[in-house]
């Protein structure tokens, strides 16, 4: 028996409610994690002290006041000033989508809306801690790592490039999408648990243009989903590898991704893709 995993559950802000903090508290007790619970109305700072003093694996932080982008940041940014960033961050209660995706950049690694089970949190808070009895916080990836992404390839043309891998190969595109500031026209595929990202130029100054230049068509780069991309890259710059993003940014299919430079993975350009935990779903 491994000693179980240590949660605090903290209600930011000055919403006065906290049912759904409390039914939380005591479904991860119920899945047999260890939980504390602030009460309500806990400042940023407060709710790291508490984190800290208790030396917990995890913090779900709660918010139905509206005020969740900035009070649940705030926490992420407190627990990196203490070197805590090890401490998994989660976060739900009323929160619009389009707010995930700003959270999650944030330093927030899951965020649990509407819908969500106690046991789907605590599948992940167990998939995804890196604290904790036999957990080491050292510089290494290997917890955190949830598989390989996708491959990447550079082509001068999708239009010619495609047959092979849908009609031959039987990939299926599941999405399109150009990126102006990136000067990328990309498609995704997908063939089961495989997926590919082929890449054109939109323009001459695109850095495809300069890898098609350079290196001609072919492999571009590899990803690996990590479950979160924050912490990941702090972990990477920790251990000395050169990173190409020190923070995730938004990448095609509106994944949080983040590139490392080739120097520091045996030449190969490498991407980490922020793992969003729906994507056997996505089939
Ligand atoms: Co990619």
Redesign the pocket.
């Known amino acids: 028996m491994t000693a179980p995993i240590r949660v605090l559950i903290a209600k930011p802000g000055l919403d006065g409610h906290d049912r759904g903090a409390l039914v939380v508290a005591q479904g991860l007790r119920d899945e047999g994690m260890e939980v504390i619970y602030t009460g309500i109305r806990q400042t940023p700072a407060q709710i790291v002290a508490v984190a800290l003093q208790e030396d917990v694996a995890c913090v779900g932080l709660s918010s139905l006041s509206g005020a969740h982008l900035e009070l649940f940041t705030e926490v992420a940014r407190r627990l990196r000033e203490c070197g805590a960033n090890d401490i998994l961050l989660v976060g739900g209660g009323v929160i619009p989508a389009a707010d995930v995706p700003l959270l999650q950049a944030g330093g927030v690694a899951a965020v649990f809306t509407a819908g969500a089970t106690v046991s789907e949190m605590a599948r992940y808070i167990r998939a995804h801690v890196t604290r904790g009895p036999g957990k080491d916080a050292a510089a290494t990836l290997q917890e955190l790592v949830r598989g390989l992404h996708?491959v990447?390839i550079a082509v001068n043309d999708i239009a010619q490039a495609l047959p092979f891998y849908t009609d031959t190969m039987g990939f299926r595109v599941t999405h399109r999408e150009i990126i102006q500031e990136l000067g990328v026209n990309a498609v995704l595929l997908r063939f089961g648990e495989m997926q590919l990202?082929l890449l054109e130029p939109t323009d001459d100054s695109s850095p495809i243009a300069k890898h098609l230049r350079r290196r001609g068509a072919g492999t571009h780069?590899i990803?690996y989903a990590v479950a979160n991309l924050q912490e990941a890259l702090d972990r990477l710059a920790k251990s000395g590898a050169q990173l190409l993003d020190r923070t995730p940014r938004r990448?095609?299919g509106g994944h949080l991704?983040a590139f490392l430079h080739p120097k520091s993975a045996g030449g190969a350009l490498t991407?980490l893709?922020q793992d969003r935990g729906d994507e056997q779903g996505e089939r």
């Open positions: 996708h990447g990202e780069h990803a990448g095609v991704i991407e893709v």
